[in-house]
């Protein structure tokens, strides 16, 4: 069975600082990977994906993950926090036929 | 790009009443839909697999008889809750999937926020 897991419901970095989200994944094929945000009332928006090319793989907003089959491990990463990067994050692996399965989800919080 | 409309976005209703949600993909041809659910500060759990033509195919511990999924076109899939009640309410999110870019690629609506009173 596949499943995502995010360590940290909440993560709050200061405006310019460093972004980490953390996510590890179980599955016992060669994963496709995801991470979506959502804002309050919304539904999800697609930051990146990891479909087996490259496993450093960029995304939109300055998002990147890193793919890491030794760790089992799919970080999001942002090197300069935003204001606007406030809201929810989750880390999702894909089943057959197109089902996702999320992680409980990541509230990012960026402090002026 | 693709893009999946939700409708309505916030629904009020009072309990023992039924409530539709549409979700329509606005520029491709959708076979397959799926319909989230979402709690408060939490993930969202999937709840059924629609498919044009077919039966939706529901996910485990969750009541065929109670939400009612019907995919009668391929660009159209509508989620009913049948005799809501307060424990229905929730965030519900459809996606669907653009066949022409492979399973990976899934476009979310904006959600519906349903409250029964």
């Known amino acids: 069975a596949q499943s995502v897991t995010q360590l940290g419901s909440h993560v709050s970095v200061s405006e310019g600082a460093l972004v980490l989200l953390r996510c590890n994944y179980s599955?016992?094929?060669?994963?496709?990977l995801f991470w979506y945000v959502q804002y309050p009332n919304q539904g999800l928006q697609l930051l990146l994906k990891?479909?087996?090319?490259?496993?450093l793989v960029k995304g939109i907003n300055g998002f990147e993950a890193e793919f890491k089959k030794s760790e089992t491990s799919f970080h999001l990463t942002k090197p300069s926090a935003h204001m606007s990067d406030a809201a929810e994050y989750f880390c999702?692996?894909?089943?057959?036929?197109?089902?996702?399965?999320f992680g409980q989800g990541t509230e990012l919080s960026v402090k002026p | 790009g693709a893009v999946v409309s939700q409708h309505p976005s916030r629904v009020i209703c009072k309990s023992g009443t039924s409530v539709k949600i549409e979700c329509r993909s606005l520029?491709?041809?959708?076979?397959?839909m799926f319909w989230y659910r979402q709690f408060p500060k939490q993930s969202l759990m999937l709840m059924a697999t629609?498919?044009?033509?077919?039966?939706?195919?529901?996910e485990q511990g969750v009541e065929k008889d109670k939400f009612l999924i019907n995919h009668a076109s391929l660009t159209l899939s509508t989620l009913t809750v049948t005799s809501a009640h307060p424990e229905d309410s929730s965030f519900y999110i459809c996606?669907?999937?653009?066949?022409?870019?492979?399973?990976?690629?899934?476009?979310f609506g904006s959600g519906t926020q349903l409250s029964v009173l």
């Open positions: 990891y479909t087996s090319a490259a496993t």
């Open positions: 996606s669907a999937r653009d066949p022409g870019t492979g399973n990976e690629k899934l476009f």
């Open positions: 599955s016992s094929v060669p994963p496709y």
């Open positions: 520029d491709f041809q959708a076979t397959t």
């Open positions: 999702a692996v894909s089943r057959r036929g197109g089902k996702l399965i």
């Open positions: 629609s498919n044009e033509g077919s039966k939706a195919t529901y």
